[in-house]
């Protein structure tokens, strides 16, 4: 079966989900807001005027949200906050996804020593501590956004490769990969052909367990300070900003703290409904 047929096959199936349908829904919203959102507001995401400082939402009627410690619109900031973190998750669980799928499939399908060795190289990356692993990248290139793409995945790809690296050692056996072997299918050929196509809805599940991943790793490094810079924003930074003022402005805290989980919660509900299309059996259990 091509790539194409499974995820069409398993389209059909999701547009019959409620759950997945409002989900994705919701997400599509939130998305769009990000998007257009800022246009709408008459002001920038970097106007500051600091005779408006923190002001909270009910004294503000032109401030939706109210404003920061700099007097910046928290609204704008916000959706430019969720823009951001939803770029970098998204892009780094693709660069996890192609890495850790082809990394799997191959040495699931090769086997023997090179499996070996592959899978210890995965174990070694494994016991590397991820901030300092961060730090030396910081010390290396800087302080680059292109960074937050690079810490992200070369955590990510490694769930993946493991997963995937299963998934292969079970469909290597199968009669299509063998009878494709006989008739002299390239190897290469037999991995993206054949075996990649039959993981297609494993790697769909777990890609929407993995972009809240890359959401938090995101947050967590913008929340210690090594994440998105000023004059840029994440909500991870938000949220950073807005401990500092939780005492006396929470709405500061508050709105951005909720539209990240509201985003958290919505990728976990589509990735249980994925997991209960795709496996209908542990649905009924």
């Known amino acids: 079966m091509s790539a194409l047929g499974t995820m069409g096959q398993l389209g059909k199936q999701l547009g019959g989900s409620r759950a997945v349908v409002v989900t994705v829904s919701v997400l599509a919203l939130i998305a769009i807001l990000a998007i257009v959102g800022p246009l709408f507001s008459p002001y920038s995401y970097l106007d500051s005027n600091l005779d408006e400082r923190l002001l909270s939402p009910a004294t503000a009627a032109a401030r939706w949200f109210g404003t920061d410690d700099l007097g910046r619109d928290l609204f704008v900031r916000t959706l430019m906050g969720a823009r951001i973190t939803l770029v970098v998750a998204v892009i780094a669980t693709l660069v996890s996804l192609v890495i850790g799928v082809v990394y799997g499939a191959i040495a699931g399908y090769v086997g023997g020593k090179v499996d070996a060795v592959m899978m210890r190289l995965v174990d070694t990356l494994y016991a590397l501590p991820f901030i300092f692993f961060v730090i030396l990248l910081m010390v290396y290139f800087e302080r680059n956004f292109l ?42 050929r037999i991995i993206f052909r054949h075996i990649t196509p039959n993981l297609m809805g494993v790697v769909v599940v777990y890609v929407t367990l993995t972009v809240p991943q890359a959401i938090l790793i995101e947050s967590f ?3 210690l300070g090594l994440g998105i810079q000023e004059p840029q924003t994440s909500l991870g930074s938000l949220v950073n900003n807005g401990v500092r003022h939780m005492e006396g402005a929470q709405w500061i805290l508050l709105i951005p703290a909720s539209l990240l989980a509201m985003i958290l919660m919505c990728f976990n509900f589509l990735g249980d409904g994925f997991r209960d299309l795709l496996d209908p059996k542990e649905r009924r259990q």
């Open 221 to 223: 490094m913008s929340f």
């Open 147 to 188: 960074l937050i793409f690079v810490a992200i995945g070369a955590v990510n790809w490694l769930d993946m490769a493991r997963i995937v690296r299963g998934q292969t050692l079970g469909l290597k056996g199968r009669e299509f990969v063998e009878s494709a072997r006989l008739i002299g299918v390239s190897p290469a």
